[in-house]
């Protein structure tokens, strides 16, 4: 009997790259099944429904390049290295993978509400890197890095700015921290 592995990794692919052209709500199961090229009912399989697999795959992946950034955020070094490794993990990784990122990125207004774990919060993440290193005003610091990276992320999804991201990323950490005057 066949795990289903490969079908389950075809669909969650598909949908991804249809829920950042479209939309998750502009996107139907027929749709994901279509690209897929596997019927309807296969994804009912894997998924009750369209919202638990955008569900599933914002906070699995989520997880993921939270851990991964949580691993970066720990190395040794002051601020400005700190955030320098940071920004550089993620415009490689947005280089790498700009769909997932993209999906990441689009439906974090409406699935970061329910990620409850502040383990994998990348926002919380950045708010201890400032605790330990600078004490004033950690949340405000989180928020101006945050707010510098992901707007230079929006900006390539609309075609603003159509080289890579990880062409800017000493640029950005230089935004950083000319913003925080660090």
Do not use: W
Request: with cysteine; glycine share 4%; net charge positive.
């Amino acid at each position: 009997m066949r795990d289903g592995t490969k079908t389950r990794l075809k669909l969650e692919r598909c949908a991804l790259e249809l829920f950042v052209e479209k939309g998750i709500s502009a996107t139907t199961i027929k749709d994901i099944a279509h690209k897929a090229a596997v019927a309807e009912g296969t994804l009912y399989r894997h998924y009750p429904s369209k919202e638990e697999l955008a569900h599933h795959l914002y906070t699995e992946y989520y997880k993921v390049v939270s851990s991964q950034m949580k691993q970066v955020a720990a190395q040794q070094g002051n601020i400005d290295n700190k955030l320098r490794n940071m920004t550089k993990f993620f415009c490689k990784n947005y280089d790498e993978d700009p769909i997932l990122f993209n999906y990441l990125l689009l439906a974090q207004h409406h699935q970061l509400k329910i990620i409850h774990d502040k383990d994998v919060n990348v926002h919380e993440l950045l708010v201890g890197v400032f605790k330990e290193t600078l004490h004033s005003d950690p949340q405000f610091c989180a928020s101006i890095t945050m707010g510098i990276v992901l707007q230079a992320a929006i900006s390539r999804i609309y075609g603003r700015i159509p080289r890579s991201m990880t062409a800017d990323a000493d640029r950005l950490t230089d935004a950083i921290l000319g913003a925080l005057k660090l």
